[in-house]
């Protein structure tokens, strides 16, 4: 079975940094596309960053551009998210996705990290 | 950037009722769109893709249907564990998938 491990979460002052892991089991992990989606309290989904199976590309949301880093460790199959200079508006349960092949949606989810930005 | 619009925002059903919740996108999609469904507290799970396509393990109550800048999720007859918010989302941009705002689904 698919399973995506979320973790890294917590309380951090706006500016501060944070790293999230996403440990990953049940599939090949570097054959895929791996991403991450957050959601503000009570809000919707908003899709934050991908990257290639091989991490030769990476891609952000506008709103996180600059200032987030996503990458992976295909030996240890798990996925990162260095995020720095937080603000109040990126208080959101982070989520690991998995895209399948062709990645053109998410199959698999993990249960998800909240991170909680104090102003 | 594609806009994803959402209706209704919610709909208050009973147990064994039919539901229908409409996603609408600013551009052609073709079949490029997948519906999720999100229990309180939990991750959302993948419903459909390729507006129609149901994934492995979901109820056949679900149904998806439509192409190009419509597209309906039925709920043939709601069940007790259908009570969720349900997000569609547009594949038809990647890496730029965006999501509806959701439609809550909860008890008339």
């Known amino acids: 079975d698919v399973q995506l491990a979320d973790s890294g979460g917590g309380l951090v002052q706006s500016g501060g940094s944070l790293r999230l892991s996403c440990t990953a089991s049940?599939?090949?992990?570097?054959?895929?596309?791996m991403g991450w989606v957050r959601q503000a309290p009570g809000k919707g989904l908003e899709w934050v960053s991908a990257?290639?199976?091989?991490?030769?590309?990476?891609y952000y949301a506008d709103s996180v551009e600059g200032r987030f880093t996503i990458s992976r460790d295909n030996s240890k199959t798990t996925l990162y998210l260095q995020m720095s200079s937080l603000r109040a508006e990126d208080t959101a349960v982070y989520y690991c996705?998995?895209?399948?092949?062709?990645?053109?949606?998410?199959?698999?989810w993990g249960q998800g990290t909240l991170v909680t930005v104090s102003s | 950037d594609i806009q994803m619009t959402q209706s209704p925002s919610s709909v208050s059903a009973s147990v064994g009722d039919r539901v229908t919740i409409t996603c609408r996108a600013s551009?052609?999609?073709?079949?490029?769109l997948a519906w999720y469904q999100q229990k309180s507290g939990e991750a959302p799970k993948l419903l459909i893709h390729?507006?129609?396509t149901l994934q492995r393990g979901v109820p056949s109550r679900f149904s998806g249907s439509g192409s190009g800048t419509d597209f309906t999720l039925t709920i043939s007859s709601l069940q007790p564990e259908d009570f969720a918010i349900y997000y569609c989302?547009?594949?038809?941009?990647?890496?730029?998938?965006?999501f509806g705002p959701g439609t809550k689904v909860d008890v008339k």
């Open positions: 049940g599939f090949t992990f570097s054959n895929y596309v």
């Open positions: 989302q547009q594949a038809n941009s990647f890496p730029l998938l965006t």
């Open positions: 990257i290639s199976g091989s991490s030769d590309n990476t």
């Open positions: 996705t998995k895209y399948p092949l062709v990645r053109r949606y998410f199959d698999y």
């Open positions: 551009e052609d999609l073709g079949n490029r």
């Open positions: 390729t507006a129609s």
